[in-house]
């Protein structure tokens, strides 16, 4: 079928069953997007809309196949944004000839189950556990019981990369209830009718008589390194479809099946206008233009955070808060922002009192909306405005049924508020007149507290056509608006590598650039912490488990190569029989001469990622001064002496310029101007006290500095609270390392990264001041925008505990998957 556009037709091709040359259709939201554009968009597939499934609606997806199918042989491929964690919740189940459900879920442990006859026929779970709910998932399940060996029968695909799963197999030629002439389910188990799933799914196909691979649905993006949808290229067989989502002109339109006419029945869903709108263009593709009507750009949206949450009850895709009479307490968004002009809407479905939405800073749970100087909130049932604690009558009062809408423009830090249409104080956010605060520059996300367990709100951030438009130059909170990181891959700075070691000499070259900061060490076995970087040269090391000075060793570290490094025959980073990691950073290659401070230096600077390697020789001089080259100020620092005796000192952003910490010691904060002068860096040079250790007269030290880079690296702090379901810390990106040290009364220095814990819970934990081989204590999520505590151990979230971190990203979170 072909399709007008401007400039003039172009014809899509989506083959139908046991078809490969059939023509399918292009929707007319496709259509809409590319009017005006005259030319083939850049991405050769985009998904237009995805389907929103709500528990509490008892709502599912129901088709029954006129006949049988392959139940031997299928690939089940979707894409998911989950909504709420801890409960049983059904993908896809179908009655098998034993009337036992096949079944595809998520678990009550967070877990991705494949059961087989209700577990009778063959029962198979991941080790990992999938709890980011801010972001989009591709899952491909695969199928083929004719396989001899049992661990061929069944793959398990979770954005391109095969699950480790466990448990027993179905036998050779289990004939199952997938592709039987009988009931099938999606988004709840199929008899009885329950389990319902909470979240979204989007391109969802299932293909009958085949064991696919991703690479069927799916392709890594050359720009972004994210795996992204592909269009479908083969065939369906008998019971295959494709369900798009992409017609909502009614819900039967919604269930037809873009690949043919194995259409489905929709149980309890609406497109009727509104928050009950099950519709939304929360999909995995990014693209669009964003007028400001609302339901326009497609990509991953905004909603409130289950795993930053203290509020209430969050439910319906994450956008309906419903209330709690805690008073101390607060619900945060899942897109933060530091630029732009961004708006949103929320609506008071029923009223109550004190119910305080706006923006905020910190990601605070245990403080209301407007409690602290960096939230800036309307109370909407009492019409006022609130900050630090301070009410003050703004605006007119909201009652049930009434939308409240929020503008905040972070590039002039001005915030507007208003209900119904009409801005309060005749304020104007496309002028910029009258607004109800001045912000404090800063990253904000929407938050909110919807008081009294009788209060009701509904949130759209654009996932759906708003009620009002948003004013002019102002978008919806969608990944896709956000700017273009600095960083669009990661592992172009940053990356981690391991090896086993063999004894004699080997190349690691699988860094993927020309490393200038390499940090090594053993896995297995307990052996200290190896640093080298490209001024001082390969073969000189420094442990940060020690005070040692620098030594020369040859049969180490022994070179840098353009795609990594080379590690000699050593024990100590590669002994036969025994497992590394290496944490490589992108410097600036071979040193130069830089004189910007009182003291020169030799600095080896990559401003893009915010990274510099700096040697200098000490005057013990209170105020000395060294120049860094980064451009921008630091945020963190570490240092050491080279040629003498030394602890490690830390300057970090979160601490301040009075204090310090010391990397290789399990040592509580210090106040000294002796460390860092009481000076904060600025955009060319470090001050520097008079301690020996951070600038002895004579001594020779290296310093490694971290400037932050939105999207690639990020240095904070945050609170403990001590429980099993901890502080949320949002980053801006997926994170691929992550070092976490208390500093109020001190401990160790941890170490994690997204290459030794593919998936999640992050444990294998190793200790910067300390020697021990690597060992395992469940931690921490690393999530699409940051990373969940999920302990209570007091080196990282006990109650009260202060705590500092650096991160480096895996991708940015504009283009992030879930993990």
């Not at 795996?227 to 039967?252: E, K, M, Q, V």
């Not at 410097?587 to 004189?595: D, E, F, H, L, V």
Request: proline share 3%.
């Amino acid at each position: 079928m072909s399709n007008r556009y401007p400039g003039g037709f172009i014809t899509l091709d989506e083959p139908t069953v046991n078809s490969s040359s059939a023509k399918g259709v292009w929707t007319l939201d496709q259509q809409a997007d590319y009017q005006g554009q005259g030319v083939w968009p850049t991405s050769t597939y985009q998904i237009s809309r995805s389907l929103r499934f709500n528990s509490a609606d008892s709502a599912y997806l129901s088709r029954t196949p006129a006949s049988a199918g392959n139940q031997q042989k299928y690939t089940f491929s979707f894409w998911t944004k989950r909504g709420s964690l801890g409960s049983v919740q059904k993908i896809l189940t179908a009655l098998n000839p034993s009337s036992n459900a096949d079944q595809i879920v998520f678990n009550s442990p967070d877990t991705f189950r494949l059961a087989y006859g209700d577990a009778v026929d063959g029962d198979l779970s991941t080790s990992g556990v999938f709890r980011d709910i801010s972001a989009w998932y591709h899952i491909v399940v695969s199928v083929d019981t004719t396989q001899a060996t049992s661990t061929n029968r069944v793959k398990l695909y979770v954005n391109n990369v095969e699950q480790t799963i466990s448990g027993s197999y179905p036998a050779q030629n289990y004939s199952g209830g997938i592709n039987r002439n009988t009931l099938h389910v999606i988004g709840a188990r199929c008899s009885p009718i329950r389990n319902y799933y909470n979240g979204y799914l989007a391109d969802v196909f299932l293909i009958d008589g085949q064991a696919l691979t991703p690479s069927s649905f799916g392709e890594t993006d050359e720009t972004t390194g994210v795996w992204s949808p592909i269009r479908y290229a083969g065939t369906y067989g008998t019971n295959g479809f494709h369900l798009d989502f992409s017609d909502n002109t009614s819900t039967t339109t919604l269930g037809y099946d873009a690949a043919g006419s194995n259409d489905w029945t929709l149980n309890n869903f609406s497109v009727a206008a509104g928050a009950g709108n099950d519709s939304l263009v929360d999909t995995p593709t990014p693209y669009g233009t964003d007028t400001g009507a609302g339901g326009e750009v497609r990509g991953n949206y905004c909603t409130w955070n289950p795993l930053s949450n203290g509020a209430g009850t969050i439910s319906d895709g994450n956008l309906r808060f419903a209330g709690t009479n805690a008073g101390y307490t607060r619900g945060n968004s899942t897109i933060a922002v530091s630029s732009g002009k961004w708006y949103f809407e929320v609506t008071l479905t029923t009223a109550s009192s004190d119910t305080n939405i706006g923006i905020g800073q910190g990601f605070f749970t245990s403080q209301f909306p407007g409690q602290d100087a960096l939230s800036y909130v309307q109370v909407l049932e009492a019409g006022q405005k609130q900050t630090s604690g301070n009410k003050l009558a703004y605006g007119t009062s909201l009652t049930s049924g009434d939308v409240f809408m929020c503008a905040f423009d972070l590039d002039n830090n001005k915030i507007f508020f208003g209900k119904n249409g009409t801005w309060f104080d005749s304020s104007d956010p496309a002028a910029g007149t009258s607004p109800a605060y001045s912000l404090t520059s800063g990253t904000y996300c929407p938050v909110a507290r919807p008081y009294s367990s009788s209060a009701v709100t509904d949130a759209n951030f654009g996932q759906r056509p708003f009620a009002y438009t948003a004013p002019s130059g102002f978008k919806a909170l969608c990944t896709t608006n956000l700017p273009e990181p600095t960083v669009l891959q990661g592992d172009d700075h940053f990356n981690t590598v391991l090896w086993d070691g063999s004894g004699a000499s080997q190349s690691i070259a699988t860094v993927g650039f020309a490393p200038d900061f390499v940090w090594i060490k053993s896995r297995s076995n307990a052996t200290n912490h190896y640093l080298y970087d490209i001024i001082r040269g390969a073969n000189n090391q420094l442990l940060t488990n020690a005070t040692l000075a620098e030594s020369t060793v040859a049969d180490r570290m022994t070179a840098f190569n353009s795609d990594g490094f080379t590690v000699g025959s050593s024990s100590e980073v590669n002994g036969s029989s025994r497992t590394y990691v290496g944490w490589n950073w992108k410097g600036g290659g071979a040193g130069s001469s830089n004189t910007d401070g009182t003291l020169s230096s030799t600095v080896s600077t990559n401003t893009t990622a915010g990274i510099s390697i700096v040697t200098y020789t000490g005057n013990g001089t209170a105020g000395a001064t060294v120049g860094h080259g980064l451009g921008v100020a630091p945020k963190m620092i570490i240092a050491k002496t080279r040629n003498n005796l030394g602890d490690w000192p830390v300057y970090h952003v979160s601490l301040g310029n009075t204090k310090n910490l010391l990397l290789n010691t399990t040592g509580a904060e210090t106040t000294s101007s002796s460390w860092w002068n009481n000076t904060t860096p600025s955009s060319t040079v470090i001050t520097l006290g008079n301690n020996s250790y951070i600038n002895g007269n004579t001594y020779t030290f290296v310093a490694y500095c971290f400037a932050e880079v939105e999207g690639f690296s990020k240095f904070g702090s945050y609170t403990g609270n001590g429980s099993t379901d901890g502080v949320f810390v949002y980053t801006g990106f997926r994170p691929a390392w992550l070092l976490v040290k208390r500093s109020d009364v001190g401990d160790h220095s941890a170490l994690l990264d997204a290459k030794r814990d593919t998936y999640n819970i992050m444990g294998n934990l190793l200790l910067a001041n300390d020697v021990s081989a690597e060992f395992y204590s469940a931690q921490l999520d690393f999530t699409s925008n940051g990373f969940k505590l999920r302990t209570t151990a007091g080196a990282y979230n006990t109650s009260s505990g202060t705590y500092i971190f650096a991160a480096f990203a895996e991708n940015p979170f504009k283009f992030a998957l879930a993990r």
